[in-house]
C-alpha cells in the first residue's frame, strides 16, 4: 500500500522560510515523479513545483520561482520542499503527490494535478503579514 506523509509545515512571518518534507512507501521511489501541490480556502489545487526521477529536471510555477526548491534524496524515499521568501498568498495547504515517470511530460503536465495518481493528507502553511 502506498502511503504518502508530508511534514514541516507552520505559522511563519513573511520573508521567513519552511522546509517541507515527503516520506513515500509502498512504491519503487526513483521510478516516480514527484510534486508539490497547494490549495488554499475557495480556490483550485495549484501545482507549486515538481521534479524528475532523478533529481535532473525541474517544473516551477511562476509565483514561486525564484523563492522555492524542490528536491528529492532517492535512497532515503523522501521530496522536499525549500521555501524562502515566503508571502502570505503562499499560505495553503501543501500536498505532495506522485505519479509514474514518462520522458515525455510537458511542463503543463508536470505541473497539473490531474497528472498524479498518490496523494498525502497535506501540510498546513500559514504566512502572517
Known amino acids: 500500500q502506498v502511503q504518502v506523509v508530508e511534514s514541516g509545515g507552520g505559522l511563519v512571518h513573511a520573508g521567513g522560510s519552511l522546509r517541507l518534507s515527503c516520506s513515500v512507501t509502498g512504491l519503487t521511489f526513483d521510478d516516480y515523479m514527484m510534486g508539490w501541490f497547494r490549495q488554499a480556502p475557495g480556490k483550485e489545487r495549484e501545482g507549486v513545483a515538481s521534479i524528475t526521477w532523478s533529481g535532473g529536471t525541474t517544473y516551477y510555477a511562476d509565483s514561486v520561482k525564484g523563492r522555492f526548491t524542490i528536491s528529492r534524496e532517492n535512497a532515503k524515499n523522501t521530496l522536499y520542499l525549500q521555501m524562502d521568501g515566503l508571502k502570505p498568498e503562499d499560505t495553503a495547504m501543501y500536498y505532495c503527490?506522485?505519479?509514474?515517470?514518462?520522458?515525455?511530460?510537458?511542463?503543463?503536465?508536470?505541473?497539473?494535478?490531474?497528472?498524479?495518481?498518490?496523494w498525502g493528507q497535506g501540510t498546513q502553511v500559514t504566512v502572517s503579514s
Open positions: 503527490a506522485a505519479v509514474l515517470w514518462t520522458p515525455f511530460m510537458t511542463t503543463a503536465e508536470a505541473l497539473g494535478a490531474s497528472s498524479y495518481n498518490y
